[in-house]
């Protein structure tokens, strides 16, 4: 028994010597880059665009803090072949091109304001959209302002997109198609009625004005898609406008400040010295939502399922996520998540499924 023990032992030394071994020939390397490669690229994409359910895909779920893994700012809806994108935060596109969601495909982009955590990527939103094949000028709504940011990246972006039309020519990239077009959503103001944002191909988007002072207008988005919904909250207090919005919807994409985290952070900045740190951890409880009152918004709406996002301080591991939502359980036992980049809710037509998942 000893014996064969040995000799197993033996043979697995043998193979990871010859595996090691071989990974230092160049032919192998290539024999194995080539089989990844190919099994990439025939790999499906994703189902994101089947025409039998509204579906939402978390891009980006920190906040202007840093994190190793999340994203800034990003929530994308998907429905009847197209996706639509509320916010541009700083390292989404990245996330979206890994998980091989076709840019293609990218109806417009729906800015909730203006701070960087939430536009920093539209230029990349645009670029790599148009190189992946668009076939139309990329639209960007938002708040009045929209046309200041577009035209500030658009002009940041111009040498490259002169560049890559040069390089692969004007059938290729025609620079008419690689353009932005601003639209700026006139109202809607604090308490009134939510602003039709479009409407077509069976999908409904309003905009709600939400409070995010000294942030003036501050938006957040409803999609409506054959009886399925879906709000995204932007940055905001705890909002009467916003629980008006989501009534009903299924999912509520709730930006959340863990305020007991915050004011711990603040505590040891100022014991630190760090006084410009202290100093904005001081001034942000007054603009955003704390976990349990995002949670006594999405109970008040009756929406089926919220979604914690935009943490405020992204957890960087499992200890702090527990303390994060500290509180939430309390007042909304079931029906709510703590996201990460990658949270996938599948809402089927037809249907009161709320099927929650991540991305492949
Ligand atoms: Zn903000
Ligand atoms: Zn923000």
Redesign the pocket.
């Known amino acids: 028994m000893r014996r064969i023990v040995w000799w197993l032992l033996g043979l697995v030394v043998a193979i990871a010597g010859l595996v090691f071994a071989g990974l230092r020939i160049p032919a192998v390397q290539d024999l194995v880059l080539r089989r990844i490669v190919a099994s990439r690229m025939s790999a499906a994409p994703p189902g994101l665009f089947d025409d039998d359910a509204l579906r939402v895909l978390l891009c980006g779920t920190s ?2 803090m840093p994190h190793p893994t999340r994203a800034k ?1 990003c929530v994308a809806v998907f429905a009847g072949g197209r996706f639509w994108v509320v916010d541009t935060g700083p390292g989404a596109w990245n996330r979206l091109a890994l998980w091989q969601v076709d840019g293609r495909r990218l109806g417009g982009v729906l800015l909730t304001h203006f ?1 960087s ?2 536009i920093g990527e539209l230029g990349e939103f645009n670029m790599q959209t148009w190189v992946a094949g668009r076939e139309r000028p990329l639209r960007v709504y938002g708040p009045p302002g929209v046309e200041r940011v577009v035209a500030g990246f658009a002009e940041a972006y111009a040498l490259d997109s002169g560049y890559r039309t040069a390089h692969h020519g004007a059938d290729f990239l025609p620079p008419d198609v690689g353009r932005m077009e601003a639209v700026a959503i006139p109202g809607p103001a604090l308490g009134a009625e939510p602003a039709v944002v479009f409407d077509q191909g069976g999908m409904r988007v309003t905009a709600v004005a939400v409070d995010h002072t000294p942030i003036r207008p501050a938006y957040g988005y409803r999609f409506d898609y054959r009886g399925r919904s879906v709000v995204v909250s932007g ?1 905001t207090v705890k909002d009467d406008d916003l629980i008006a919005a989501a009534r009903g919807a299924d999912v509520l994409v709730h930006e959340a400040q863990a305020n007991h985290l915050v004011a711990l952070l603040r505590e040891e900045a100022q014991r630190s010295g760090r006084d410009r740190i202290a100093k904005i951890l001081g001034d942000i409880p007054s603009y955003h939502t704390s976990p349990v009152a995002a949670a006594e918004v999405a109970n008040a709406a009756g929406v089926r399922l919220l979604v914690l996002s ?1 943490l405020t301080p992204p957890p960087p591991a499992a200890l702090v996520e527990r303390a994060f939502v500290r509180g939430v359980g309390a007042v909304r036992a079931k029906g709510w998540v703590l996201a990460d980049d990658g949270l996938l809710v599948t809402l089927p037509v037809d249907s009161t499924e709320v099927d929650v998942g991540w991305i492949e």
């Open positions: 906040s202007p700012a701070h955590d939430h940055d935009h």
